[in-house]
């Protein structure tokens, strides 16, 4: 029983008093051209967290504010979990919004399911297979940064064990996981890949305490997917003076001073080539994937710290970047 | 990890702690876990303000005072129900802190560090010397003082202490101070003492937990904080024992409250919960 569980009936609530209402309101009726330049270009963005969690929500936000800024957008956005998904995009739909996107794979299904009801509706996911007419998604190819932050761990780990923390296991997390673990063993082939989890991006102590645990483990280079709990992670490595990696955004400067580098996604100029394509009527249902050849994703060591790094490790490092950027080397993804 | 498992237990300990002398008079707050959370929030402020840790924790005090004080108004003063007035409490407090917190750091958040407790002998800092402290005094507090006895007498049959010529409105009232400065204590030591942050919703259901552990400790003092604490300490068990099997990570974090019903199954019996509790008391004429 959390505070959640109460939100979630709240905003059922409010759902439910929009969707009544909306009964009245001439629905979509598909008679309007897509991309018709006459109606004001509305964006609204669907998060599974909230947007101050300095991580995955958080990056998405900073996206859809360069979509406004950029493209003049009416620009919309809420948090929506469960059951709320469907509803909430529904609503947006209905409402006359030209993009709805849904951040995580779990919107894809929703999104799958409304496309062919509001055909003047663009559905876009942050990763998911489905596609459709006006259904599609973008894959951020975050794996590429995870895995060089595993390969430098694995070339600088004394103990020969690196750690993962995650909040939710949820399988675009256990993807980065495996994408760490398996350039950590390629840099080093017995190296021990320890993974807790905490289950919520939110409890920061939480976070501490498994962090805690994975180092007593013997863990002396520590990743993250944990979100607005990371401050947990870094606190525990700066008690237990190991190093640590940022994830999703840049997390270098972070006062701990624990952070070697981080593996980070620019979701802006994804985020708004697309809405661009979709206002002028260029998009069509595909699965994109983004990643470091795109700019999307980039791997940046912390600048204060890089010196900590010996110039023959970070030449391999490039050298393994280069393999990315270039195609030689593809990094392991799973599908979901 | 050694003894560090009590500084991660500690804030459902204090917050249990506070909830059983409120309980115990008839109190009955599900508003706690909104009650961590500001007093968490306004921790983490204060002590990032005067980078003082103490600071913060008495702050942390003065908000959980500041929130008993709306809370009593409406549920002893007005006789509201108790449990929506709680629920009610939870919703303000995390609307109010996420409100806040979005306008001081931006709408994307930050990751701030605010100073810790420092730690005084071995993990021991001041917060769980203060823990030890309180659960003492609480005990004799309740068992053996005449005030315990009003209080104790509160939660169980209110017309009698009215009979006796003493306002059971003021003993409810003080109930529910002590379990509000408790709660707030709870929240504060959270940031200051273990995660040096704050997040939005990182309370994360402990204000919940600790309720359940009143229970647990059959709402006596020291049962309350045992229970905190061993629930506290299968937390950190599973947390090492994660990971290192096929099992899914889900079943290990099922592991506290398992083994609290678990140890409930077979402590559970012959105690009962107070005969008043969360019924409000309307004076007699």
Same mark, same amino acid.
Request: aromatic content about 10%.
């Given at each position: ?29 598909? #008679?309007?051209?897509?991309g018709d330049q006459s109606k004001p270009f509305k964006v609204a963005l669907l998060t599974p967290g909230p947007v101050s969690d300095a991580g ?11 979509? $406004?800024?950029e493209l003049g957008a009416t620009v919309n956005n809420q948090e929506a979990t469960g059951s709320q998904k469907l509803d ?17 794979? $779990? ?103 498994? #962090? ?81 050849? $795109? ?42 | ?13 204090? /917050?249990?702690? %506070?909830?059983?002398? %409120? ?16 007093? /968490? ?9 005067? %980078? ?7 702050? %942390? ?50 990751? @701030? ?25 609480? !005990?004799?507090?309740? /068992? ?22 003493? !306002? ?12 509000? /400065? ?9 940031? @200051? ?34 229970? !905190? ?15 290192? !099997? ?40």
């Open positions: 029983m959390r505070i959640g569980g109460w939100m979630t009936l709240g905003a059922a609530l409010l759902v439910l008093a929009g969707c009544t209402s909306g009964g009245e309101a001439p629905k979509a009726d598909g #008679t309007a051209p897509a995955w929500n958080a990056m998405a936000y900073k996206g859809l504010q360069a979509i $406004e800024k909430a995009m529904r609503s947006y739909a209905q409402d006359g919004y030209t993009l709805v996107f849904g951040h995580g794979f $779990e919107y894809n299904d929703p999104a799958a399911e409304l496309g062919p009801a509001f055909p003047d509706t663009f559905f876009v996911t942050s990763s998911g297979g489905k596609t459709g007419p006006n259904v599609g998604a973008f894959r951020f190819y975050l794996e590429q940064g995870f895995y060089l932050a595993g390969y430098t761990a694995g070339l600088m780990t004394k103990t020969g064990k690196v750690a993962m923390i995650g909040g939710d296991r949820v399988p675009s997390i256990a993807s980065t996981f495996k994408a760490f673990a398996a350039g950590a063993k390629a840099a080093r082939p017995d190296v021990v890949v320890i993974e807790k989890f905490t289950g919520n991006g939110q409890d920061v102590a939480a976070a501490k305490q498994a #962090t805690l645990a994975a180092i007593g483990e013997g863990a002396d280079f520590v990743i993250h997917q944990a979100n607005a709990a990371a401050q947990g992670v870094f606190d525990a490595c700066k008690e237990k003076n190991v190093k640590a990696f940022g994830a999703n955004l840049d997390q270098n400067s972070n006062e701990s001073g624990v952070i070697l580098a981080s593996a980070i996604i620019n979701a802006e100029p994804a985020f708004v080539a697309l809405a661009k394509d979709v206002k002028e009527g260029k998009y069509k249902g595909e699965v994109r994937l983004t990643g470091m050849a $795109e700019k999307s994703i980039d791997y940046v060591f912390n600048p204060a710290m890089v010196d900590q790094i010996p110039v023959e490790i970070q030449e391999k490092i490039e050298t393994e970047r280069a393999r990315i950027l270039s195609g030689d080397l593809a990094v392991p993804k799973d599908e979901f | 990890m050694g003894l560090e498992f009590l500084r991660f237990g500690a804030p459902v300990a204090f /917050a249990a702690l %506070g909830e059983s002398i %409120g309980q115990r008079a008839g109190v009955l707050n599900i508003g706690l876990e909104g009650f961590m959370l500001m007093g /968490a929030y306004v921790a983490f402020r204060v002590t990032g303000a005067t %980078g003082n840790p103490y600071l913060g924790l008495l702050a %942390g005090v003065v908000a959980g005072v500041v929130l008993a004080l709306i809370q009593g108004f409406l549920t002893i003063h007005n006789t509201a129900d108790q449990v929506v007035v709680g629920t009610a409490v939870n919703l303000l407090a995390l609307g109010l802190t996420n409100t806040l917190f979005r306008a001081q750091f931006g709408k994307s958040g930050e990751l @701030v560090r605010v100073p810790s407790l420092p730690t005084l002998f071995g993990p021991f800092d001041a917060g769980l010397i203060l823990l030890g402290i309180l659960v003492i005094a609480l !005990s004799l507090w309740l /068992a053996r003082s005449k005030w315990g006895l009003a209080n104790r007498a509160v939660g169980e049959y209110p017309p009698a202490v009215q009979s006796a010529g003493l !306002s059971v409105t003021r003993i409810r009232w003080q109930a529910a101070l002590l379990a509000g /400065a408790f709660a707030g204590l709870a929240g504060a030591y959270l940031v @200051v003492g273990v995660a040096h942050t704050f997040a939005e919703n990182m309370v994360a259901g402990r204000g919940f937990v600790a309720i359940a552990m009143v229970t647990f400790g059959r709402w006596r003092p020291w049962g309350v904080v045992l229970a !905190s604490l061993f629930v506290g300490y299968i937390d950190s068990l599973q947390y090492q024992w994660q990971g290192r !099997s096929a099992l899914p990570v889900e079943l290990f974090q099922a592991l506290p409250y398992l083994g609290a019903l678990l140890v409930l199954v077979f402590v559970g019996r012959g105690a009962a919960a107070p005969a008043a509790l969360g019924v409000p008391y309307r004076r007699e004429r």
